[in-house]
Nanobody, 130 residues
Framework: QVQLVESGGGSVQAGGSLRLSCAASGSIYSNYCMAWFRQAPGKEREGVATIYIGYISGVNPDYAESVKGRFTISLDNAKKTLYLQMNSLQREDTAMYYC????????????????????WGQGTQVTVSS
């Protein structure tokens, strides 16, 4: 049984920063993918960033074009905690952010496809105001 619990969301002004955390429990090991997705009201869920869980640490981070250079995904294997550091936040980043996990289908490859992920957290709200 895998459980994912997000935290760290909140309200921030444009240009500010937030760090999201996702605490994982249960059977998550190496050769898993973990990811952050987001969904704004009236929009489809979209991928933000993914990372492959290697034997020692997270590898091969990947980002949506809209967040490249501003967001950083990282993984603390020992703590089974996924992070998303979000800098230079924009109003367009306002959304509910979800943590997700699934066994990787390909070695070190984690496509940003919601349907590929089996385990999901409840989400944490991020609101960016101008």
């Amino acid at each position: 049984q895998v459980q994912l619990v997000e935290s760290g969301g909140g309200s921030v002004q444009a240009g500010g920063s937030l760090r999201l955390s996702c605490a994982a429990s249960g059977s998550i090991y190496s050769n898993y993918c973990m990811a952050w997705f987001r969904q704004a009201p009236g929009k489809e869920r979209e991928g933000v960033a993914t990372i492959y869980i290697g034997y020692i640490s997270g590898v091969n981070p990947d980002y949506a074009e809209s967040v490249k250079g501003r967001f950083t995904i990282s993984l603390d294997n020992a703590k089974k905690t996924l992070y998303l550091q979000m800098n230079s936040l924009q109003r367009e980043d306002t959304a509910m952010y979800y943590c997700a996990a699934a066994r990787a289908r390909l070695y070190q490859n984690c496509p940003m496809v919601p349907g590929d992920f089996v385990h999901w957290g409840q989400g944490t709200q991020v609101t960016v105001s101008s």
